[in-house]
């Protein structure tokens, strides 16, 4: 069994910062990619970004530049460093890995329980 567990988020200003961690445990063999998504109320789950383990990243429109995946694959860590937050920055944010543990040839989808991070004006 795998598990995802972020830690990480809070309340903020507007124009703070805060770094997520996420660290998978379990059988793992391998893990690509590793990312983050939200999910503010009433609307859809959304890509923030992902890396894979050879440190390739994709963001979501208008994060780059302000958020900053990186990855420790030694640690079967993800963080994401965000910076200049705004109120719209508001969601539940979940860590996402793309997992190949040692009992399976598949790679298998896993979430984390997700993380609030609030931003007030």
């Known amino acids: 069994q795998v598990q995802l567990v972020e830690s990480g988020g809070g309340l903020v200003q507007a124009g703070g910062s805060l770094r997520l961690s996420c660290v998978a445990s379990?059988?793992?063999?391998?893990?690509?990619?590793m990312g983050w998504y939200r999910q503010a109320p009433g609307k859809q789950r959304e890509l923030v970004a992902v890396i894979t383990s050879g440190g390739d990243t994709n963001y979501g429109d208008s994060l780059k530049g302000r958020f900053t995946i990186s990855r420790d694959n030694a640690k079967n860590t993800v963080y994401l460093q965000m910076n200049s937050l705004k109120p719209e920055d508001t969601a539940v944010y979940y860590c996402n890995a793309g997992v190949r543990t040692w009992l399976t040839v598949e790679v298998r989808e896993y979430w984390g329980q997700g993380t609030q991070v609030t931003v007030s004006s």
């Open positions: 379990g059988s793992i063999f391998s893990i690509n990619p």
